[in-house]
């Protein structure tokens, strides 16, 4: 869906899933929260459902979606999993841990979904919104950032509001997201080897504990946030700052003060948690150009710089 049309907005109770579970089976684009960031939910089955995903973003055909599923025995319907990918769901599902596998042919799933790959990224979300809605649609949804493409992820569902409202048939308002970045992307080779696509709040080291050696790099677009630029706030940034310069706005950390702050004590949870509601109240403002502070890069401090880095790419 696009265009003018209304957006509703639901409240996460028994009627409000029920009405976005009624409206995903029809086919209809419906915002949903989950422990990262909102989704844009279609059902993945669907083609004309899913290019109105990318309609509504605008998104560009060759980035690939993550789909969402239920549990383990849903995704071995659409993907091919061995020992490695069995391994990491039995310790990081339901959770924040997106695996790019091998597409079965049988999987039924639109093509643009896999954006012409023949492998597919899987998910099995944690929040109980997320939960319910697969539960009651007992189909796959692909669901990506619920936000103009290119733009902030939202953590909120004015967020989303911010860039959809009007291009989608609903928003369901399950309050802040807790993780607050998108989920850690492995993919797992058929040779043995893997690569992390994308840093998030699945640490590298907990992942190389499971998968061991044999680490490797992605030559190309596999999955969603993989593009230079992306979770761009309109405006100029500089990474790195200690102060604000004349016309910025400072996104503080730790013992570094801003107009906001991602964490004053220096927590990196707290950090990404707050990271996309900071870039947005940073957007909004008058200032023209955004400064934020150094974050350390190790642990979940690697994806929150993975972002800035490509917010001011």
């Not at 939202?154 to 308002?173: E, F, K, M, Q, S």
């Not at 310069?245 to 950090?271: C, H, K, P, R």
């Not at 955004?290 to 350390?296: D, G, S, T």
């Amino acid at each position: 869906m696009s265009g003018k049309n209304a957006t509703e907005r639901l409240t996460a109770d028994a009627a409000g899933l029920a009405r976005a579970a009624e409206l995903l089976r029809a086919g209809a684009l419906v915002a949903l929260p989950t422990e990262t960031v909102y989704g844009l939910a279609a059902r993945a089955d669907d083609a004309a459902a899913v290019a109105a995903i990318y309609a509504a973003k605008g998104r560009p055909s060759f980035n690939p979606l993550i789909v969402h599923v239920a549990d383990v025995a849903a995704a071995e319907r659409l993907a091919r999993l061995d020992e490695r990918s069995r391994a990491l769901a039995a310790r990081f599902w339901p959770g924040p841990l997106t695996m790019v596998l091998p597409l079965r042919d049988d999987a039924g799933l639109a093509g643009a979904v896999t954006a012409g790959l023949p492998t597919v990224a899987l998910r099995c979300p944690a929040h109980p919104v997320m939960r319910q809605v697969l539960a009651q649609v007992a189909l796959p949804l692909a669901a990506p950032s619920a936000n103009r493409s290119g733009f902030v992820s939202p953590t909120t569902a004015d967020h989303v509001a911010a860039t959809l409202d009007g291009r989608i048939a609903a928003i369901v308002d399950g309050g802040p997201c807790a993780d607050g970045v998108e989920s850690t992307i492995v993919a797992l080779r058929a040779d043995g080897a893997w690569s992390l696509l994308r840093p998030g709040p699945i640490a590298h080291t907990e992942l190389a504990v499971l998968l061991g050696p044999g680490e490797t790099g992605s030559t190309g677009i596999e999955a969603p946030g993989q593009l230079t630029s992306h979770y761009a706030p309109g405006k100029p940034m500089r990474l790195g700052a200690l102060r604000a310069e004349e016309g910025e706005f400072l996104i503080g950390f730790g013992n570094v003060t801003g107009e906001v702050t991602l964490s004053a004590t220096g927590d990196l949870a707290e950090a990404a948690a707050r990271l996309y509601a900071c870039l947005h109240l940073a957007a909004e403002a008058p200032q023209a150009r955004i400064a934020v502070a150094p974050v350390p890069d190790s642990g979940l401090g690697a994806a929150i710089n993975d972002r800035l880095r490509r917010a001011a790419a």
